[in-house]
């Protein structure tokens, strides 16, 4: 039963995060995009590898 109310729980958080998402999000300008796009696989790979150390130490 505690399972079922942790996936409600998350189930209704991920909608409200997409229906205030929809309502207040603004699109993003081509020049944020770019920084992002050039950042974040830099980022995804140091937590990778921090991931990685944690698991192993």
Known sequence: M???MI????FGGV???VI???RFGKP??????AKYAKILPILIF?????GLIKALA
């Open 20 to 22: 205030l998402g929809q």
């Open 2 to 4: 505690t399972l079922l």
């Open 46 to 50: 140091v937590m990778l590898i921090a």
């Open 28 to 33: 993003m300008e081509a020049e944020q995009q």
């Open 15 to 17: 909608a409200l995060m």
């Open 7 to 10: 996936l409600a729980a998350v």
